[in-house]
């Protein structure tokens, strides 16, 4: 589902698994209890999106815009994400897992 336009999109609840919103319009969408597992969603625009007590297992939210979003009550525990990740305001990510180098 890349590029894709789902501003405002309710899917509260669902269990989405592997599903990639890469660079796709997801501003104000509704993820409130949903279990994301190795879902994608690299430099989508999430800013508004409510995610209060949704399950991230694997979930890529590398260079995404996550301004204003509601993360209360969300385990974000092994999601992946880099420095042009933006949180929100006064929100600490948690600690990406560290990898094992050989």
Same mark, same amino acid.
């Given at each position: 589902?890349?590029?894709? &336009?789902? =501003? ?15 660079? $796709? #319009?997801?501003?104000?969408? #509704? ?10 969603? &690299? #430099? =989508?625009?999430? =800013? !508004? ?13 590398? $260079? ?13 525990? !092994?999601?992946?994400?880099?420095? &042009?990740?933006?949180?929100? *305001? *006064? ?12």
């Amino acid at each position: 589902m890349a590029d894709a &336009e789902l =501003a405002s999109v309710n899917l509260s609840g669902a269990t989405l698994t592997k599903v990639k919103f890469y660079s $796709s #319009d997801l501003t104000n969408a #509704d993820f409130r209890g949903a279990q994301l597992d190795q879902a994608g969603f &690299e #430099d =989508a625009k999430l =800013a !508004g999106a409510r995610f209060a007590g949704a399950t991230f297992v694997g979930t890529d939210f590398e $260079s995404t815009d996550l301004s204003q979003a509601d993360l209360s009550g969300a385990d974000l525990k !092994g999601c992946i994400y880099n420095d &042009e990740t933006t949180w929100p *305001d *006064d929100f600490t990510p948690p600690t990406l897992p560290e990898t094992n180098a050989t």
